[in-house]
């Protein structure tokens, strides 16, 4: 059972517009969010995260929204770049159970056209 | 910086042969963990530790073991090696505090002939 899931496989936006990218989560004890960037032959990057009390959080051209009631979170890039190219990675997990490690969805993959 | 070092980018191996990836960090962190990353299945956990010697099972613990002797080197086995275990293999460290986040090595593509 996937408690972490990302429905769009793959992205596709307008260099200078905004992607959204959508993430949703079943388990209602996740309260800390986080998201991963990817580039093909490399780890995944901490991009941004967001603990449950908040319903924002903004670093630059990224900002992370969470909707606990609907269990939802999305992450805005804007303006969208090339570089920005790459698979995101939406992460999930319980801040205050010790060490339960991150649950990842299957992310999705973002093509910025120029 | 957080320097997560994977032994190789690039391995390729025999079915039925004991292999072993290698992940060391730099930063002091007390977690490590596996990851397998597979198209359209994302990262999945094979094992992961919380301190030296110590070690818990992932989601897809089958076929793969772990050692953990110093606290900066966390190894992944494969005993015996499948085709099916051709993957990109991910390790990753962090600190004990819930609120960190994981910091990855540039993983290491693993081809099981």
């Known amino acids: 059972d996937q408690q972490v899931k990302q429905n769009s496989p793959s992205l596709s936006v307008q260099e200078g517009r905004i992607s959204i990218l959508n993430c949703d989560y079943t388990?209602?004890?996740?309260?800390?969010f986080l998201w991963y960037k990817k580039y093909p032959a490399e780890g995944p990057t901490f991009l941004i995260s967001?603990?449950?009390?908040?319903d924002k959080n903004e670093d630059g051209r990224f900002t992370v929204f969470l909707n606990k009631s609907a269990k939802h979170l999305s992450l805005h890039i804007v303006p969208s770049q090339p570089g920005d190219s790459a698979v995101y990675f939406c992460?999930?997990?319980?801040?205050?159970?010790?060490?339960?490690?991150?649950?990842f969805g299957k992310g999705t993959r973002l093509s910025v056209i120029a | 910086d957080v320097k997560v070092t994977q032994s190789s980018r690039y391995l390729v191996k025999r079915t039925g042969e004991k292999v072993f990836l290698e992940c060391v960090q730099d930063?002091?962190?007390?977690?490590m963990f596996w990851y397998r990353q597979d198209p359209g299945l994302g990262l999945r956990l094979i094992y992961f530790?919380?301190?030296?010697?110590?070690?818990e099972k992932g989601d897809i613990p089958e076929g793969y073991s772990v050692s953990r002797e110093k606290k900066e080197r966390f190894s992944l086995i494969l005993e015996s090696a499948s085709t099916n275990q051709t993957s990109m293999y991910l390790c990753?460290?962090?600190?004990?505090?819930?609120?960190?986040?994981?910091?990855f090595g540039d993983g290491t593509r693993l081809s099981i002939l």
């Open positions: 990753a460290s962090s600190l004990t505090e819930s609120n960190q986040p994981q910091h």
């Open positions: 388990n209602s004890m996740f309260d800390y």
């Open positions: 967001i603990s449950s009390i908040k």
């Open positions: 992460a999930a997990s319980r801040l205050n159970s010790g060490n339960t490690p991150l649950v």
């Open positions: 930063m002091d962190h007390e977690n």
């Open positions: 530790s919380y301190d030296v010697k110590m070690k």
